[in-house]
């Protein structure tokens, strides 16, 4: 019984996961940018859905459509305003970039962390679920929204593997991620594929963040969590690789949910951050990393 | 020489100074005393977190109340005047601003907090600078405990809302009829955030619930930080309760939404401080339907015949209901106008023992504190006679009064999911 509920509960939560981490290792993957500013753009867009509902009275799906445009705005400002003036900036040299980024896109996450505290204070919020009421799997009374949320990340990780695999953008933005240089020959603006990058990033983000809020709510304390849960997975899987982002997620999900089961949920993240601890020592790569 | 030439000519100008100044507050010193009585404003500090939810309504009711006095003629002629500070939450800021009303502002009392933390900062402050200090909020009974250990330096603080224990004691009161008399129920599940304020209600709920006939099969203590409450409410329903007893105040929405969403047959009941805003059926879409949770106040319940009119007042003047530290901070303003007019003083150790025989209806109930000798000095005494408390339960998007019955205002009623009697 037990089994089947860890089994249950940890897809869910792992598949969550790794929606959020794929845009996540997509962006390093692509710009080299680590965005430390991937949790507040989570809990910005379940604010925004959650304020959908609250405040102006917005049904679930309205709501869910609002998060998802303000994780997409958000994630266009993260860029415009403060990645890309400091890739071009001519007084920072090449080497010091990746750490401007890293800082400035920290700080960046805690001034939208404080600016939602100040607004909506600091408590917990949720969003309204679009699938409501319980279902019975082999004995394990389950939420519908939990099958939801899985079915909803797999959908959108699928999609956004047709569109990498399948057309002429999206190899445009995997040629980029292999070799930028050689994209540039081909005639590609790399400037293009970034932006392109970042919006498909920032529709990732808004559907995790909103699904997170329907599925267990954050407050603004949940930005550091969030960003670091994201950063364990990408580094466990691989700092750029996808897919093993992907499996990462799973092994971290996993992990989490059964030291909450059998030991206590207290204690839920430390084993996954012990893991990533270790994989640093044996294998800095990662499970499937190639830098 | 030249040296010597300067100290010459300032000494004279040295000597002159002294002689005027203390003339002038010799002067000073006879003529206010009679100028204050007569003229000055009574000063009352507000130290409040003014930007959460909860300490908002502090400045606020406090205002409304001083207006009121106001235009009703003050206390013995004299205005009562409120000086705000906001703490932004925070021990320091308080102690500062604390400092500053003492001795600069030279008010004549404090209003201050509902953080536990913030009023055990502020309390030997409130010792040292002998200015009299209240609590709308906090609840740890660490601060009244202080109160005993140390009566001379500590009598200065008085504790304006319940303590942890008389607030599981209020809980076990209302359960013993709702839920033992009314439902039967044999066994409970403590469920509690691990925080100081939870300690003794914790210790409080063990002692008291086995009295009221509710055994007490598991105490869980939970991680503020937990995000995913699934593995404890899961834990709690394989050990077959009757009901979870809640102590949750820093975490609030999660585990309430995740309990609807995961349809927990368990009801829940205790303390919830976030279901008592008026907001939190829209902060949890709903999902605080059935939840019950202990209250010195609520909308609609007729505590005392003062508790309506000031709802309303309060509503109208700032366009929504007051939190639950309102109430208390509304009743501070008008029995330390009492206590003034009572001493006819505000010369703080005569402040201090009329506070102590302060017997005041408020909006709360009948404001006596304990006295000196008991284990818990100046905390509201509880009690039929005094203070009960009330037990709510968010019903269809309204908070209704179940209990004591005499203020009642509804039935209790679970969504349909909850199942209660399905442990036995």
């Known amino acids: ?291 | 020489m030249n040296k010597f030439k300067k100290r010459a000519t300032c000494s004279p100008m040295l000597a002159v100074l002294p002689a005027n100044a203390v003339f002038l507050a010799l002067a000073l010193a006879l003529a206010t005393p009679t100028y204050a009585q007569t003229k000055d404003p009574i000063k009352i500090g507000v130290i409040a977190e003014a930007q959460a939810v909860a300490g908002s309504s502090i400045p606020l009711a406090a205002q409304l109340a001083a207006d009121e006095i106001n235009a009703a003629g003050g206390v013995n002629g004299r205005k009562i005047e409120i000086v705000s500070y906001d703490n932004h939450s925070s021990a320091a800021e308080s102690v500062r601003a604390f400092q500053r009303a003492a001795n600069e502002d030279h008010v004549n009392a404090v209003i201050a907090s509902y953080i536990s933390e913030v009023v055990l900062a502020l309390e030997p402050w409130a010792g040292r600078l002998k200015t009299v200090m209240i609590t709308p909020g906090a609840a740890s009974d660490v601060i009244t405990q202080n109160i005993a250990k140390d009566y001379k330096h500590n009598k200065y603080t008085f504790h304006g809302y319940l303590t942890s224990t008389s607030i599981a004691d209020s809980v076990c009161d209302s359960a013993k009829d709702l839920l033992v008399k009314d439902l039967k129920m044999k066994t409970a599940v403590v469920m509690s955030e691990d925080a100081a304020w939870t300690t003794p209600l914790d210790a409080e709920y063990l002692k008291c619930l086995p009295k009221i006939g509710l055994k007490v099969i598991d105490h869980i203590r939970v991680s503020p930080d937990t995000t995913d409450f699934t593995p404890i409410f899961n834990k709690i329903e394989g050990e077959k309760p009757d009901v979870i007893i809640t102590g949750i105040s820093h975490v609030g929405v999660q585990p309430t939404v995740q309990a609807k969403s995961q349809e927990v047959p368990i009801p829940m009941y205790g303390v919830s401080s976030q279901a008592s805003n008026s907001s939190f059926w829209q902060d949890t879409n709903g999902a605080v339907d059935g939840v019950l949770y202990q209250a010195v106040s609520g909308p609609d319940v007729a505590v005392t015949p003062k508790t309506l009119p000031f709802v309303a007042a309060f509503k109208k003047r700032f366009g929504n209901f007051p939190s639950y530290c309102g109430y208390t901070a509304y009743d501070e303003v008008y029995y330390i106008a009492d206590a003034i007019k009572r001493a006819g003083s505000t010369d703080p150790d005569k402040l201090v023992d009329a506070l102590e025989k302060t017997d005041y209806v408020g909006t709360i109930g009948r404001v006596q504190f304990q006295g000196k000798d008991t284990p818990y000095p100046h905390a509201l005494k509880i009690g039929a006679s005094t203070i009960t408390g009330l037990m709510l339960q968010w019903q269809n998007g309204k908070q209704v009064n179940l209990w004591p019955a005499k203020v009642a205002n509804g039935k209790l009623k679970f969504p349909k999911f909850i199942k209660v009697g399905s442990a036995n």
């Open chain 1, 1 to 291: 019984m037990l089994f089947w509920q860890i089994l249950i509960d940890g897809f869910a939560i792992s598949s969550l996961y790794a929606l959020g981490a794929t845009g996540f290792a997509l962006i390093f993957g692509v710009s080299g940018v680590l965005n430390l500013s991937h949790g507040a753009l989570m809990v910005a867009a379940v604010v925004a859905a959650w304020a959908a509902g609250a405040h102006l009275h917005a049904g679930p799906y309205a709501g869910a459509a609002l998060g998802v445009a303000i994780g997409f705005s958000t994630s266009l400002l993260t860029y415009f305003v403060i990645v890309r003036p400091l890739q071009h900036s001519r007084k920072i040299r090449e080497e010091e970039k990746e750490i401007f980024i890293l800082t400035a896109t920290l700080l960046w996450g805690i001034m939208i962390q404080e600016l939602i505290a100040y607004l909506y204070t600091n408590n917990a919020k949720t969003v309204a679920p679009i699938v409501e009421g319980v279902v019975w799997i082999v004995g394990v009374r389950t939420p519908s929204n939990e099958i939801f949320t899985a079915v909803v990340c797999w959908l959108v990780i699928g999609l956004l593997w047709l569109l990498v695999n399948r057309t002429r953008a999206g190899k445009a933005v995997l040629a980029a991620s292999m070799n930028p240089r050689g994209v540039t020959l081909l005639g590609i603006e790399l400037s293009q594929v970034y932006i392109a990058v970042w919006a498909i990033y920032g529709v990732l983000v808004g559907i995790a963040g909103v699904l997170l809020g329907m599925f267990l709510g954050v407050s603004s304390y949940s930005v550091g969590p969030l960003t670091a849960s994201a950063f364990a997975i990408v580094v466990l899987g691989g700092l750029g690789s996808v897919s093993g982002a992907l499996i990462a997620a799973y092994v971290v999900g996993y992990l989490e949910t059964m030291t909450a089961y059998l030991i206590s949920p207290a204690y839920r993240t430390i084993p996954a951050l012990l893991l990533v601890v270790a994989v640093m020592y044996v294998r800095p790569r990662g499970l499937l990393g190639r830098r």
